[in-house]
């Protein structure tokens, strides 16, 4: 199975290409943040350079979030015309088990953190199954405070990877003993893990229908529901 693989997620971008577990080959930025303007160049250049043309594509895998709500659309618009374009498997996976992928370690609790400002988080826990990172709390957007008690609730040793420049301090003062920190090459996305992921999962239903999974409500959103109280909570895309 020849399949691409996209994380536009955060500040990183990572492109794979892959046929089955075989990677061959993948490029990933950190320092561009305008994932819109690199994406496709850098999708174009992969296939040349693997001598593979669009229509050699099998699946495409994207990151479909939580996370930058401007980068999930720019990874998910693209992967969604790919695969009704050329009439291809789409497949979504969490960015946040994207990352905890990068762990190998059997058994081994992992927890990853995006920034979500004022103090919340993107995160969810996950334990290493078979070499692949098995939900154990589901993705959320919550308090940091909220979050880490319940890390240390479980007594075990617990990776953290993702953004803890704010965070660090408060993590070692609860975690203790319990907690791992890596090197923050381990907190980057790396599009192979996302390809690996998707490889066996079952590909999405309906391709027009697939959105990212923002777990927190866009500004137009709540400012939406602030000024109709009386409407009902569905999605809001389908009131416009």
Do not use: C
């Not at 391709?207 to 409407?231: G, I, S």
């Amino acid at each position: 199975m020849k399949l691409l693989a996209l994380d536009t997620s955060n500040q990183p971008l990572s492109v794979a290409l892959m046929d089955d577990d075989q990677l061959l080959a993948q490029t990933t930025v950190t320092v561009h943040p305008k994932h819109a303007s690199y994406l496709q160049p850098i999708i174009e250049s992969l296939m040349t350079s693997v001598h593979l043309d669009p229509e050699d594509l099998d699946r495409v895998v994207v990151a479909d979030g939580p996370g930058s709500y401007t980068g999930l659309r720019t990874a998910v618009t693209t992967a969604k015309t790919l695969a009704a374009t050329l009439n291809i498997e789409l497949v979504g996976i969490s960015s946040i088990a994207a990352i905890a992928a990068n762990i190998l370690t059997e058994g081994q609790l992992v927890t990853v953190l995006f920034d979500g400002r004022n103090d919340n988080v993107f995160t969810g826990l996950y334990r290493i199954k078979n070499g692949v990172p098995e939900p154990v709390i589901a993705d959320q957007h919550t308090s940091f405070d909220q979050w880490v008690p319940q890390l240390v609730a479980t007594g075990e040793s617990v990776v953290v990877l993702g953004d803890l420049v704010n965070f660090e301090d408060r993590l070692a003062d609860q975690l203790k003993s319990k907690l791992i920190t890596l090197p923050a090459i381990m907190s980057i996305p790396q599009a192979q893990q996302l390809g690996r992921l998707g490889l066996t999962m079952t590909p999405v239903a309906d391709v027009n229908a697939f959105v990212p999974r923002y777990l927190r409500l866009t500004k137009a959103e709540a400012d939406w529901r602030k000024q109709h109280p009386e409407e009902d909570s569905s999605d809001y895309v389908e009131k416009v």
